[in-house]
């Protein structure tokens, strides 16, 4: 019993912590996009500022890096409090404003930034679903309706939905994916809540047979 009302109110924690995400993880919410393109010298307009990549911030580094080893050469960061200060974020780029060159590794890329108010309901409604779930399981759990394992699989999945989103800019699953990944995790718990309800009332009927 004493596992139960554990598991019951870790899960609830989490829960909490889920529902709450348009509050506190709002700012997340906006984004600022780094796009790069392998050009020449001569491909530049001769305003654009041309940055090294070693004399970039940590984070700058960082951006471009993803920026250029991903498959479409696009990379987003969300949170404003993580945006490289050596770039402006617009909708209107020019020269300096939006648009850089910027050596790495003996090449030389075109570099636009831009911003963009992000879809903070899209994006966080995973996390609300996942924690009115989370929350509903947890209630049953200290009823006694829903076992300590079922329990602490979804809260575990709730942390694992925290690692996977906003604050560390959606490492492995876009939002859309992330939404996705939520409605498979609920059904495959109710499925698990309801094969362990229905196991042993099939054990018991077919005993008495």
Known sequence: MMR???AAFAAALVALTLVGAPLTMADW???????????????????????????????????VRRAIESPDGHYTIYGTEDW??????????APGRGTYGVTYRGQLYRLDTYASGGFVIVSLSPFVVYGLFLGWLALRAS?????????????????????????FDFPLLAPG?????????????????????????????????
Not at 143 to 167: C, K, N, Q, W, Y
């Open 84 to 93: 490289p200060e050596e770039f402006l974020y617009s909708d209107h780029n």
């Open 29 to 63: 919410g906006e984004q600022a996009s780094l796009s790069v393109e392998r050009v020449d010298a001569g491909e530049l307009r001769e305003e654009t500022p041309v940055l090294r990549y070693g004399d970039l911030s940590a984070d700058a580094r960082s951006a």
């Open 143 to 167: 009823r006694g309706d829903v076992s300590a394992i079922v329990t602490t699989l979804a809260t575990a999945s709730g942390v694992a939905f925290h690692l996977l989103g906003p604050e």
């Open 4 to 6: 139960r009302q554990a």
């Open 177 to 209: 994916q992330l939404i996705r990944l939520a409605a498979v995790v609920i059904a495959a718990l109710v499925a698990l809540t309801l094969w362990r309800r229905i196991s042993p009332r099939a054990s018991r009927s077919r005993r008495r047979e």
